[in-house]
C-alpha cells in the first residue's frame, strides 16, 4: 500500500521531533514545517493527508494559518488536527473547529491517543482516494460502455437501413419478376387462343384466297370485276396479315428461316419504305458495307422494318435513321452466344413517356387514333427477334424521339451452300420429272378443294383424301405419288404424325406439313420438313412443292 504525506506544523523543533517519534510506527511519510509560510510551501508543492498544526505560533497562529489552508481548492477536506497546550477551552475549541480543524489533541501528548487519530484520518484519506479512484474508473467504464452502445446503435441502425434497402431491393425484384411472369402467362393465355382460332380462322382464309387467286386468273381483263376480285383478296390478305401479327407476337408464327443479304433486301424495299413515309420525312441510312449474311424470315423482316418506319411516321417524325451495323459490343445480356446484326430505327418524333414506352409492345395497345392502328406492329417485331433467337430494345424520351433496335443471328456458311444446293436440285429435278402426281390430306373440303385446284392449275394432277388413315391406305394399295400435302392439325392422326409413318415406309416420298399455326414439333426428323403456312397462294404453293422434292433423298 502507498505511504501518504502527514504534515507537522510547529516553530519548536523539540515538539517536531516528538511528533516524529511518535508517529515513525505509522511507517507514513512524515513532513516538518516550523512556521506557516513554510507549511505553505509544502502544501503547493505535495499531496498531504493528515496535517498536525500547533495552535501558538510567532508568526501566524494555527486558526489563521488553517483558514488559509482551507481557501485552497486541493485542501477543503483535508483531515486537520489542532495540537495545543492552552486555548483549550470550549470557545477555543469552537473557533479551531469554525476555521477547519476536524480534531484537537491536547499537551501533553498520550502517544497513543495522537498515533490512533492520525491513523484513522490516514485511512479515511486512503478510502477517500481509493472512491476517487474507484468512481473515475467507473465513469471511464461508463463513457467507454455508454460510447461502444452507440457505436453498437449507430451499426444496429446502419444495419437496420442496410436491410430495408435489401428488404425493398428484393421487393422490387420480386414484383419485377411477377410483373414479368404475369406477361409470360398473358403472352401464354394469348398464344393459346390464337393459335386455337388461327387454325380454323387461317382454313377459311385459304379457301377465300386460294378461290380468289384462281379467279382472278380465269376471269377475263374486265377493269370492274378484276377490281371487285382484287379488293376481296387485298381484304382477305388483311385479315391473314392480322392473324400472322398476333402469331408473331405470341411467337407461334410459322418462320421460314433462310438466308438473306439484308442489303440486296434493303435494296428490294427501299422505295416502298419512302413511299410508306411520304416526302416530308426524310431518310437517313448508315449501312455497314461488310454486314454479313442474315439467318431470318424475309418476309417477316421486311415487314418489321416497315412497321417500324410506319410508327415513326406517325409520331410526326422529321428524320428517320435507320443504322445497320455487324459490331458485337453492346450486344444484350439476355442473347445467347454467336454472332448478331444490329438494325436500329430511330427517328425524332414526339416520343413516349415511361409508361407508354412500357406498354409500346402489349398487343392491341396503341396511341393512335380509331382505324390508324391495330396495337400489333411492336408486338410482331419483338415477337419476330425473340422467335428468331435474337433481342429486341426499344428507348423512348417525350419530346426528343424513339429507338428500336433488333438483334438477329448470322447465317452461318454452311447454311448458304446447302439452300443453293437444293434449289439447284429441286430445278433439275422438276425438269426431269415432268408433271407431279400429288396426294392432298387435309380434313377441310373447302381448303381440300381450292388446294387441288391450284395444283391442278399449275399442271400438275391432285388426288385428295380427309384423313391420315386414308392417305396411308392408297399408299399401302400401291398407288404412286411423288409428294404429299398434309394439313397437320385433323382429328384421329396429325400431319406431323403421318409425315412420320410415310418417312418410315416411303423414305423417298417428299411431304409438305400445311398448317394455319405453326405449333409444329421439331423432333423425330421433323426439323427439315417442309412447311406451308396458311393461308398459302398459288406461288407459296409452288415454292414448297418446289423446295420439298429438292429435299427427297433421290434428288441428292
Known amino acids: 500500500m502507498d505511504t501518504v504525506n502527514i504534515l507537522l506544523v510547529d516553530d519548536q523543533p523539540s515538539k517536531l521531533m516528538s511528533y516524529e517519534v511518535i508517529l515513525q510506527d505509522l511507517s507514513e511519510n512524515l513532513i516538518k514545517a516550523q512556521s506557516a509560510r513554510e507549511a505553505l510551501e509544502h502544501l503547493l508543492r505535495t499531496d498531504i493527508a493528515v496535517i498536525l498544526v500547533d495552535v501558538c505560533m510567532p508568526e501566524q497562529d494555527g486558526f489563521e494559518l488553517v483558514s488559509l489552508i482551507r481557501e485552497h481548492p486541493r485542501y477543503q477536506s483535508t483531515a486537520i ?10 470557545p477555543d475549541r469552537l473557533r479551531g473547529y469554525a476555521a477547519g480543524a476536524v480534531d484537537y489533541v491536547s499537551v501533553p501528548i498520550v502517544p497513543e491517543v495522537l498515533r490512533a487519530k492520525v491513523r484513522v484520518f490516514t485511512e479515511l484519506y486512503r478510502k477517500t482516494r481509493e472512491l476517487e479512484r474507484l468512481n ?183 428524320t428517320i435513321t435507320l443504322v445497320v451495323d455487324a459490331d458485337q459490343v453492346g450486344l444484350p ?68 424521339g424513339t429507338s428500336v433496335s433488333l438483334w438477329l443471328p448470322v447465317a452461318d456458311r454452311a447454311d448458304t451452300t446447302a ?14 420429272g415432268g408433271d407431279l402426281s400429288v396426294l392432298v390430306v387435309d380434313d377441310d373440303p373447302l381448303v381440300s378443294m381450292g388446294t387441288v385446284a391450284m395444283i391442278e392449275d399449275l399442271g400438275h394432277v391432285a388426288v385428295d383424301v380427309t384423313s391420315a388413315s386414308q392417305a396411308l391406305e392408297l399408299l399401302a394399295q400401291g398407288q404412286h405419288f411423288d409428294i404429299v400435302i398434309t394439313d397437320h392439325s385433323m382429328p384421329g392422326m396429325t400431319g406431323a404424325e403421318l409425315a412420320r409413318m410415310i418417312f418410315s415406309s416411303f423414305p423417298q416420298l417428299p411431304v409438305v406439313l400445311a398448317s394455319g399455326y405453326a405449333e409444329l414439333p421439331d423432333e423425330q426428323g421433323l426439323a427439315e420438313l417442309v412447311r406451308l403456312t396458311k393461308p398459302f397462294t398459288q406461288e407459296q404453293l409452288r415454292q414448297a412443292i418446289h423446295r420439298a422434292i429438292g429435299l427427297r433423298p433421290s434428288a441428292a
Open 81 to 90: 488536527i489542532f495540537v495545543s497546550a492552552v486555548m483549550m477551552a470550549e
Open 136 to 318: 473515475a474508473d467507473l465513469e471511464n467504464r461508463v463513457r467507454q460502455r455508454t460510447a461502444e452502445l452507440e457505436a453498437s446503435s449507430t451499426q444496429l441502425r446502419q444495419l437496420n437501413e442496410e436491410l430495408e434497402h435489401r428488404i425493398e431491393q428484393r421487393t422490387r425484384e420480386r414484383e419485377e419478376a411477377l410483373a414479368q411472369l404475369f406477361e409470360a402467362q398473358k403472352l401464354d393465355t394469348i398464344g393459346q387462343l390464337t393459335g386455337g382460332v388461327a387454325h380454323d380462322f387461317n382454313n377459311l382464309l385459304m379457301a377465300i384466297l386460294g378461290s380468289l387467286g384462281l379467279l382472278k386468273k380465269w376471269l377475263p381483263e374486265d377493269a370492274r370485276e378484276q377490281r371487285l376480285v382484287n379488293n376481296a383478296i387485298q381484304a382477305a390478305e388483311r385479315g391473314a396479315a392480322l392473324t400472322q401479327r398476333l402469331l408473331a407476337f405470341a411467337r407461334r408464327q410459322e418462320l421460314k428461316p433462310t438466308t438473306v443479304d439484308f442489303l440486296r433486301l434493303f435494296d428490294s424495299i427501299e422505295d416502298l419504305l419512302k413511299k410508306a413515309v411520304g416526302p416530308g420525312v426524310d431518310v437517313k441510312l448508315d449501312l455497314a458495307q461488310d454486314i454479313p449474311n442474315l439467318l431470318v424470315d424475309s418476309n417477316q423482316l421486311e415487314l418489321a422494318l416497315l412497321n417500324l418506319f410506319m410508327n415513326a411516321r406517325d409520331a410526326n417524325a422529321g
Open 333 to 400: 445480356t439476355s442473347i445467347g452466344p454467336g454472332r448478331y446484326v444490329r438494325i436500329c430505327v430511330s427517328d425524332d418524333g414526339a416520343g413516349m413517356d415511361e409508361t407508354t414506352a412500357a406498354r409500346a409492345t402489349e398487343p392491341f395497345f396503341t396511341t393512335k387514333g380509331p382505324g390508324k392502328g391495330t396495337g400489333l406492329g411492336l408486338s410482331m417485331v419483338q415477337g419476330l427477334t425473340a422467335q428468331s433467337g435474337g433481342a429486341f430494345a426499344l428507348t423512348s424520351k417525350q419530346g426528343t
Open 419 to 432: 439452300q443453293a444446293d437444293l434449289e439447284v436440285a429441286a430445278d433439275a429435278d422438276l425438269r426431269a
